[in-house]
């Protein structure tokens, strides 16, 4: 669900054969990006292989959360790594190389990373207290560390920078976007906050500041293409002169923020309140130019749904690569649609993604395996056989063994055999600078729309 990264732009990869570099950084000089160095040394708790640099905290946070999604128990030495990369003041950056230096003004903590980061941490304490819903059959986790003080420092600093609007940006000061503001809805709500009733000091709520980015029904479709009848769905920022793209990423992020949803959701949740209008091309929106946050959600569903009937999977939006399939956004798409109650339109984009997603999640890393767990989670499908693909094994061989919950748990066995076969599992794929490989999905993770965001 993921799509945004100014200083932070996700080191993932999907090859097609050619990379770009993200307009964000375009205007940088050659020694801003760091560039690959085959004797890079990565924290042994880290999943991936690849330059964490952009990406270290975002791809932890949706692996752990990932395993503990499908009842797998995370190894302690990576949740630790994880509360290891908070800073004092709550917040979290894209990636610290050094964790026992202390975080500086120079030091970019964002809303992204720490979103993620409570989200996966939030779940994790759930399970360890007994007062979380979590996975069926959740594992015990009294043995790990508590991370109760690093949950609650992280609201607290979300709180503290939220925009006048009622949400979010990328950085703090930076102007409110759809997937920020969504990330951290999710990421408060996971942690029982009342987010229907956070107000800013302008006493805006974040779903306010959703609404404002919600295209009137019949208005825009995105990239000059119209998906359904082209409104409903959400633009990721106003554009200078304030007028209002429909973008399918900020939409799948839209429509979960919306619902006070978060990364992962659960199949056929009754308390859902977004109500489908007709289903694929005949996808409808309603609720005028004033929806309510629900009406709005359904709306934007209804834009995806549309966006992804034909071909089963939306494009990607990165120029130069606008004819490849956008794998991660497909994948946030489903979990969209099926969290607003669409599953028959989320069958045909999980179908794609069954055929087709393989060798992206391959060379992608951790981040693509959890938002495929996440796509089949949500629509009741056994990420154990997608396609013929064990996700929760190919994830696990990215990243250090998980640990046994429960010596007779069959589920617990079953994890630990698959996260300790093949070590190696993926294949290493380095960044150029930080290009982003065409074609790739990176779903909540933004690319080139984060420049408006920079802090001076």
């Known amino acids: 669900m993921f799509v945004r990264r100014s200083a932070a732009v996700l080191a993932a990869t999907a090859v097609i054969g050619t990379a770009f570099a993200p307009a964000a950084l375009a205007d940088e000089s050659p020694t801003a990006s760091p560039s690959p160095s085959p004797s890079l040394t990565l924290p042994s708790g880290l999943y991936g292989s690849t330059d964490p640099t952009y990406d270290g905290v975002w791809r932890q946070s949706l692996a752990l959360l990932a395993q503990h999604t499908v009842g797998v128990r995370p190894a302690a030495k990576a949740v630790d790594w994880l509360t290891g990369q908070q800073c004092a003041n709550g917040g979290f950056a894209a990636y610290r190389a050094d964790p026992a230096t202390k975080c500086d003004a120079k030091t970019q903590t964002d809303t992204n990373s720490t979103g993620a980061a409570l989200q996966a941490l939030a779940a ?83 779903y306010e500041a959703l609404l404002g980015l919600a295209l009137p029904c019949g208005e825009g479709g995105e990239n000059g293409k119209d998906s359904g009848n082209g409104g409903g769905a959400f633009a990721f920022q106003p554009d200078k002169k304030g007028k209002l793209a429909a973008n399918a990423d900020a939409t799948a992020a839209g429509v979960l923020g919306a619902l006070g949803e978060g990364l992962t959701t659960d199949p056929e949740d ?149 996260a300790s076969e093949d070590d190696g599992g993926v294949s290493v794929w380095w960044i150029v600078g930080v290009g982003l490989v065409g074609g790739i999905g990176v779903g909540f993770l933004l690319s080139s729309r984060t420049k408006k965001q920079r802090q001076p």
């Not at 190919?394 to 698959?418: I, R, V, Y």
């Open 124 to 206: 994790l304490d759930a399970d360890d207290t007994g007062t979380g819903t979590g996975a069926a059959d959740a594992p015990d986790t009294t043995d790990t560390t508590d991370t109760t003080d690093t949950t609650a420092a992280a609201v607290k600093w979300l709180k503290s920078v939220q925009n006048e609007d009622g949400g979010w940006g990328y950085l703090p000061g930076g102007a409110s976007d759809t997937n920020s503001t969504s990330v951290v809805i999710g990421a408060l709500e996971a942690t029982d906050t009342d987010t229907q009733d956070l107000r800013s000091k302008d006493d805006r709520t974040p």
């Open 270 to 418: 009754d308390e859902r309140s977004a109500t489908p209008s007709g289903t694929g091309k005949d996808a409808e929106c309603a609720a005028g130019d004033s929806p309510t946050a629900e009406q709005a959600a359904a709306n934007g569903a209804a834009y995806l749904a549309g966006a992804v009937a034909e071909t089963g999977h939306l494009e990607s939006a990165l120029a130069g690569a606008e004819d490849q399939p956008d794998y991660g956004n497909t994948a946030d798409t489903v979990v969209a649609l099926a969290a607003a109650g669409r599953t028959a339109d989320a069958g045909k984009p999980l179908a794609w993604l069954k055929k087709n997603s393989g060798s992206w999640a391959a060379e992608s890393g951790p981040a693509a395996y959890a938002q495929l767990i996440f796509a089949a989670h949500a629509t009741g499908t056994d990420p154990r056989d997608f396609g013929g693909a064990d996700l929760v094994k190919q994830l696990g061989a990215t990243g250090p063994a998980a640990e046994p919950a429960n010596k007779n748990s069959k589920d617990d066995k079953q994890a630990t055999q698959d």
